[in-house]
């Protein structure tokens, strides 16, 4: 079993949907889990952090993070074409340890 | 302006060839880290560096090699050992200071290396 699974999509919506991205993990010790976006043929850049489990918001943007079923989630409310990217989830147990990245899922969000 | 630069953006090299990718931050991270990422793959971390003149392998170094004399620099070099070297390669620096507990890792806009 993969650290950190994650589906590769592709996935694509319509224009206004909510869109549910998510990962599953196997190591008990990830405290830290973040969501990264990626435009094709770019770098990835950072778009949420949880610490530890619970939610947090950022305008369209939710991330929660189930610890007990080591699960988080990614959520993007009234998704918008230029949401079309690449979104990999990584985690790691402690500030100074690597990261762990998961595979990415593509999503397309069409007008 | 403050960032990761990696060049060049586009490199082509010969089977059998050894070819160096640079990457450089001003941002004054201590560590610095290389990843590959391939279709369908995820980001697969190849070399990693907490401090100068030291660093740690990472999932996928074979056929790899990486050195850290300066603060801001972390090249790497593919060998002509490395059997698949056709990727996209992406670098990435984080602070490990402060009190965040966050240990975000900015990244630079790659570099696409193809084996003729």
């Known amino acids: 079993q993969k650290e950190v699974e994650q589906d590769p999509g592709p996935l694509s919506v319509p224009e206004g949907a909510i869109v549910s991205l998510n990962c599953t993990y196997s190591?008990?010790?990830?405290?830290?889990f973040m969501w990264y976006r990626q435009y094709s043929r770019k770098g990835p850049e950072l778009l949420m952090y949880t610490y530890s489990s619970g939610n947090k918001e950022d305008g369209r943007f939710t991330a929660q993070v189930d610890k007990s079923s080591k699960y988080i989630s990614l959520f993007i409310r009234d998704s918008q074409p230029s949401d079309s990217a690449t979104y990999l989830c990584?985690?790691?147990?402690?500030?100074?340890?690597?990261?762990?990245f998961g595979k990415g899922t593509r999503l397309s969000v069409i007008a | 302006d403050g960032g990761i630069t990696q060049s060049p953006k586009y490199l082509f090299r010969k089977e059998g060839q050894n070819v160096t990718l640079s990457c450089e931050q001003n941002?004054?991270?201590?560590?610095m880290y290389w990843y590959r990422q391939d279709p369908g793959q995820g980001l697969r971390l190849i070399y990693y560096?907490?401090?100068?003149?030291?660093?740690q392998k990472g999932d996928i170094a074979e056929g790899y090699s990486v050195s850290r004399e300066k603060k801001e620099s972390f090249p790497l070099t593919v060998t002509s050992a490395q059997k698949n070297p056709t990727a996209f390669y992406l670098c990435?620096?984080?602070?490990?200071?402060?009190?965040?507990?966050?240990?975000?890792?900015?990244f630079g806009p790659g570099t696409r290396l193809t084996v003729l």
């Open positions: 990584a985690m790691s147990g402690g500030r100074n340890t690597p990261l762990v």
């Open positions: 941002l004054n991270h201590d560590a």
């Open positions: 990435a620096s984080t602070s490990l200071q402060g009190r965040s507990s966050l240990n975000e890792q900015f």
């Open positions: 560096s907490q401090i100068v003149n030291d660093f």
């Open positions: 190591n008990s010790a990830f405290q830290y």
